[in-house]
């Protein structure tokens, strides 16, 4: 290692021998209540009781993590006793009680919408990138969408989850079953401060096989895809599905905000489905590009945001420097720059509608499980955006 | 060379020599990143509790040395927004809990370090200290090489006084 001021001050920063103890604690009690419960979900509750215990008092975000996750608990049993809905039994003789899925805890049904997300549109995450091309009058837009989803049943080998005009992006794959998984591995997921773009993001060649999708691509960052786990489709085993993670997860764990954008639910979403906005409408673009403009706007008005603003537009930077222009000096020239492609006829909450809706509502999940005895059956969850208020974006969820 | 942990399914005891061994060899990385990111020590090491929490709720690879180093760098990062989001909207206790500084002095490292943009810090700290490589910090990260690479060209620019007292 190089000797610098800055490794030497590094080298002063050691983790306390209590609070690496603690930790070791917490961990090792987390796992242990983890295999007694071998065989059922994880109870968050438990781990975070654990975590609480070793830890010092008086945290608010602790008491709130709790309740959270003590409330969707709550909800989750309610849900549970909902009435199953099913379609497509194939049955081969054998009787199933059918399963129910819950996303975010809430219980699906079919025919009736349930909101099961809210996104903070301007919420300064890094959950969402957008470009636009202010010559061409082409614009993409991406998007997380993150909740917990959870499938009930009895008699249950295996649960598959397939999306349609998205990808799954996971965090942790080890629980993931080779059969019936599918990965996706040539859609370029392009996060805020990536600027190599090959080919467009875009619903066509999002989840394609692999012989149809743009040569292009593969000129892109093929490691990175690879690391990124991409799926169209995943299985894994009943006893084991809140054991995954989603990419984004613990990026956007408060997945539900209320009228005034606080988040008011924290969890760990299992499920994180990527989609995108690529249009050459000009109309649309026009909306994206404001949309981009009313993002950083808002990082920009956050001081402490101000970091995550800059690398954001270091593909901006990048891009620039590309073209043979002079790097950009300061924020300030970027928020002039994006002030010009802004509308001022944008309707934040109108035209934020227009853009979910073109990201969101064509997705559909199809839940797959198949039984001990080798009986499968499919119910299938499709996605709606519900409505904007205030830049909040409520998801809603249904089976059809 | 990647050393792997683990070859294959370990016994309840094997597992919990392994977790414990994995905190304790990379507490010290996992605090540093916190301590860069949260100016407190007791909020770095309420991180460290929640990462080494997730090692074993969140199915972390830990057969598999380079990924997990990835996967550590990752999940502490995401912790430290979640405490950032957190506090924006909760804080409740001031920032005089600040961390130590050697000799009394004050901690002008520590302060020029925070003026960096986050990415810059993590950037920083993963080539300087952990010898991570740019592709290395890129799949950490999830971010594209290129933009570690400008970023770690900008962070060396406004890091240079620091960087060059004793010759980088």
Same mark, same amino acid.
């Given at each position: 290692?190089?000797?610098?001021?800055?490794?030497?001050?590094?080298d002063?920063?050691k983790?306390?021998?209590?609070?690496?103890?603690?930790?070791?604690?917490?961990?090792?009690?987390?796992d242990?209540?983890?295999?007694?419960?071998?065989?059922?979900?994880?109870?968050? %509750?438990a781990?975070?009781?654990?975590?609480?215990?070793?830890?010092?008092?008086?945290?608010?975000?602790?008491?709130?993590?709790v309740?959270?996750?003590?409330?969707?608990?709550?909800?989750?049993?309610?849900?549970?006793?909902?009435a199953?809905?099913?379609?497509?039994?194939n049955?081969?003789? !054998?009787?199933?009680?059918?399963?129910?899925?819950?996303?975010?805890?809430?219980?699906?049904?079919k025919?009736?919408?349930?909101?099961?997300?809210?996104?903070k549109?301007?919420?300064?995450?890094?959950?969402?990138?957008?470009?636009?091309?202010?010559?061409?009058?082409?614009?993409?837009?991406?998007?997380y969408?993150t909740?917990?989803?959870?499938?009930?049943?009895?008699?249950?080998?295996?649960?598959?989850?397939?999306?349609?005009?998205?990808?799954?992006?996971?965090?942790?794959?080890?629980t993931?079953?080779?059969?019936?998984?599918e990965?996706?591995?040539k859609?370029?997921?392009?996060?805020?401060?990536?600027?190599?773009?090959?080919?467009?993001?875009s619903?066509?060649?999002?989840?394609?096989?692999?012989?149809?999708?743009?040569?292009?691509v593969?000129?892109?960052?093929?490691?990175?895809?690879?690391?990124?786990?991409?799926?169209?489709?995943?299985?894994?085993?009943?006893?084991?599905?809140?054991?995954?993670?989603?990419?984004?997860a %613990?990026?956007?764990?408060?997945?539900?905000? %209320?009228?005034?954008?606080?988040?008011?639910?924290?969890?760990?979403?299992?499920?994180?489905?990527?989609?995108?906005?690529?249009?050459n409408?000009?109309?649309?673009?026009?909306d994206?590009?404001?949309?981009?403009?009313?993002?950083?706007?808002?990082?920009?008005?956050?001081?402490?945001?101000?970091? !995550?603003y800059?690398?954001y537009?270091?593909?901006?930077?990048?891009?620039a420097?590309?073209?043979?222009?002079?790097?950009?000096?300061?924020?300030?020239?970027?928020?002039?720059?994006?002030?010009?492609n802004y509308?001022?006829?944008?309707?934040?909450?109108?035209?934020f509608?227009?853009?979910?809706d073109?990201?969101?509502?064509?997705?559909?999940?199809?839940?797959?499980?198949?039984?001990n005895?080798?009986?499968?059956?499919?119910?299938?969850?499709?996605?709606?955006?519900?409505?904007?208020?205030n830049?909040?974006?409520?998801?809603?969820?249904?089976?059809? | 060379? &990647?050393?792997?942990?683990?070859?294959?399914?370990?016994?309840?005891?094997?597992r919990?020599?392994?977790?414990?061994r994995?905190?304790?060899q990379?507490?010290?990385?996992i605090?540093?990143?916190?301590?860069q990111?949260?100016?407190?020590?007791?909020?770095?090491?309420?991180? $460290?509790?929640?990462?080494?929490i997730?090692?074993?709720?969140?199915?972390?690879?830990?057969?598999?040395?380079?990924?997990?180093?990835?996967? $550590?760098?990752?999940?502490?990062?995401?912790?430290?927004?979640?405490?950032?989001?957190?506090?924006?909207?909760?804080?409740?206790?001031?920032?005089?809990?600040?961390?130590?500084?050697?000799?009394?002095?004050?901690? &002008?490292?520590?302060?020029?370090?925070?003026?960096l943009? &986050?990415?810059?810090?993590?950037?920083?700290?993963?080539?300087?200290?952990?010898?991570?490589t740019?592709q290395?910090?890129?799949?950490?990260?999830?971010?594209?090489?290129?933009?570690?690479?400008?970023g770690?060209?900008?962070?060396?620019?406004?890091?240079?006084?620091?960087?060059? &007292?004793?010759?980088?």
């Amino acid at each position: 290692m190089k000797t610098n001021p800055y490794t030497n001050r590094m080298d002063q920063i050691k983790a306390p021998q209590d609070a690496v103890d603690r930790a070791v604690k917490a961990a090792l009690e987390a796992d242990s209540d983890q295999q007694k419960e071998n065989g059922k979900v994880i109870r968050m %509750d438990a781990v975070m009781n654990n975590s609480r215990q070793t830890r010092r008092t008086g945290k608010s975000r602790r008491m709130i993590r709790v309740v959270s996750a003590v409330a969707a608990c709550a909800v989750l049993a309610a849900g549970v006793t909902v009435a199953s809905v099913m379609t497509g039994n194939n049955g081969k003789g !054998a009787v199933h009680n059918g399963f129910s899925l819950t996303a975010n805890a809430a219980a699906l049904k079919k025919g009736s919408t349930i909101d099961i997300l809210s996104i903070k549109a301007s919420e300064p995450s890094g959950t969402w990138s957008m470009e636009s091309d202010g010559v061409t009058g082409s614009a993409v837009m991406e998007e997380y969408l993150t909740f917990t989803v959870d499938c009930k049943g009895e008699n249950i080998k295996s649960v598959n989850y397939r999306v349609h005009n998205g990808v799954f992006c996971l965090g942790s794959w080890q629980t993931v079953m080779e059969e019936g998984s599918e990965k996706c591995t040539k859609y370029r997921f392009s996060t805020a401060g990536d600027q190599a773009e090959t080919v467009p993001a875009s619903k066509e060649n999002m989840n394609q096989p692999d012989d149809q999708q743009p040569s292009a691509v593969d000129t892109g960052s093929n490691v990175e895809l690879s690391w990124n786990n991409l799926y169209t489709a995943y299985t894994v085993p009943y006893d084991k599905q809140n054991m995954l993670s989603s990419y984004a997860a %613990d990026m956007a764990s408060a997945s539900f905000y %209320d009228p005034d954008g606080i988040a008011i639910k924290t969890d760990y979403p299992s499920c994180a489905i990527a989609t995108c906005l690529s249009t050459n409408d000009k109309e649309l673009s026009q909306d994206v590009k404001n949309a981009v403009f009313h993002y950083n706007k808002s990082v920009i008005d956050d001081v402490e945001g101000k970091s !995550a603003y800059a690398e954001y537009v270091m593909g901006e930077y990048d891009k620039a420097r590309q073209n043979g222009h002079e790097e950009p000096s300061g924020l300030m020239e970027y928020e002039e720059f994006e002030a010009k492609n802004y509308s001022s006829t944008f309707d934040k909450d109108k035209d934020f509608k227009i853009v979910y809706d073109e990201m969101i509502n064509d997705i559909t999940i199809d839940v797959t499980v198949t039984y001990n005895d080798g009986a499968t059956e499919t119910s299938t969850m499709k996605l709606s955006c519900e409505k904007v208020e205030n830049g909040i974006v409520t998801v809603g969820a249904e089976l059809v | 060379m &990647e050393t792997n942990f683990v070859d294959e399914i370990p016994s309840a005891e094997e597992r919990s020599a392994l977790i414990e061994r994995v905190i304790r060899q990379y507490a010290d990385m996992i605090y540093r990143i916190a301590c860069q990111h949260t100016d407190s020590e007791s909020d770095a090491e309420d991180i $460290l509790q929640e990462v080494s929490i997730a090692l074993v709720t969140k199915d972390a690879p830990l057969h598999d040395e380079t990924h997990l180093r990835h996967w $550590l760098v990752r999940v502490t990062v995401n912790k430290c927004h979640d405490l950032y989001r957190h506090n924006q909207r909760f804080r409740t206790e001031s920032l005089d809990d600040h961390m130590d500084t050697p000799a009394g002095k004050p901690d &002008e490292v520590m302060e020029e370090i925070r003026q960096l943009p &986050e990415l810059y810090r993590n950037i920083i700290y993963l080539y300087y200290y952990e010898n991570f490589t740019i592709q290395d910090i890129a799949q950490a990260l999830h971010k594209n090489a290129n933009t570690i690479s400008s970023g770690l060209q900008r962070a060396r620019k406004q890091l240079k006084k620091i960087l060059t &007292e004793e010759g980088v």
